[in-house]
């Protein structure tokens, strides 16, 4: 039986994902702050044919995740996927004359994604198998206003991971950056919600097909692809004033 630790699972993507792996028989490891709903996400699993376990959990303290991984790993018998899942949006706090909000962003997107998946590697590379994934996003590629930190994060972990992948590599490791645009999720609000959107559900279905196939860098859905080529090749000025149309008041 196979095992994947998820973090950031009692909701939105995490949670479609531990669904989907519950349904292929998976052993799975849940984790976020809100342990109450992931025992109900644990009971959704055990009815699909999954094996949960729960782990209370937030991603900013190094020393817990390094603890719920050495756990989880003894509780399943081993570590073969582990997806650094869990993260924050939200504006920058631009004009408030504080770092906590961006701090706060910055902490748990970036630091959240090493804390949770570096304690897994030195098992992976004794083994010589194992996939580690994160949820990066089309903003990585495309800054919107107000947004920085939440931009900069994801652009973070991308570059985090296409510097590791080719010593992983060696050890049989893929390193899997998944760049979703707008999916049906709790994290999607103001006025990103008139974007057509996938749902959750269609997402983790191919988000574990990608993974599977150890894809490099996975942008979802497809027309993002081209969206992000325009955003390459127009001007500057032209960008700055069409996102700021879009995109005029911080999403709250």
């Known amino acids: 039986m196979k095992k994947v ?7 939105g993507i995490g949670k479609a994902l531990a669904l989907a792996y519950a349904k292929k028989g998976f052993t799975i490891g849940l984790t976020a702050r809100r342990e109450d709903i992931l025992h109900e996400v644990a009971q959704e699993c055990k009815n699909l ?4 376990f729960v782990y209370k959990l937030d991603v900013q303290d190094a020393e817990k995740c390094k603890s719920v991984a050495e756990q989880f790993m003894k509780d399943a018998g081993g570590i073969d996927i582990a997806i650094a899942n869990a993260g924050i949006g939200g504006d920058d706090g631009l004009y408030t004359g504080s770092s906590e909000q961006i701090n706060s962003i910055l902490n748990t997107n970036i630091l959240g994604v090493t804390n949770t998946l570096m304690p ?3 098992n992976m590379k004794e083994q010589h198998s194992g996939a580690l994934v994160c949820i990066s996003s089309v903003a990585s590629f495309m800054p919107l206003p107000y947004h920085g930190g939440y931009s900069a994060s994801k652009i973070a972990i991308r570059m985090i991971f296409d510097s590791w992948r080719p010593t992983l590599q060696k050890y049989t490791i893929k390193a899997v950056s998944i760049c979703p645009g707008f999916v049906d999720t709790p994290i999607v609000k103001g006025p990103a919600r008139r974007f057509p959107m996938k749902s959750a559900e269609d997402a983790a279905e191919r988000f574990v097909k990608v993974i599977d196939l150890g894809y490099s860098t996975y942008i979802y859905p497809w027309p993002y692809h081209i969206l992000i080529w325009i955003v390459r090749l127009i001007p500057e000025r032209f960008y700055n004033w069409l996102i700021k149309k879009m995109f005029g008041k911080p999403i709250t």
């Open 49 to 52: 044919g999954g094996t949960p």
């Open 120 to 122: 897994f590697i030195p």
């Open 5 to 11: 630790l998820i973090t950031g699972a009692s909701s």
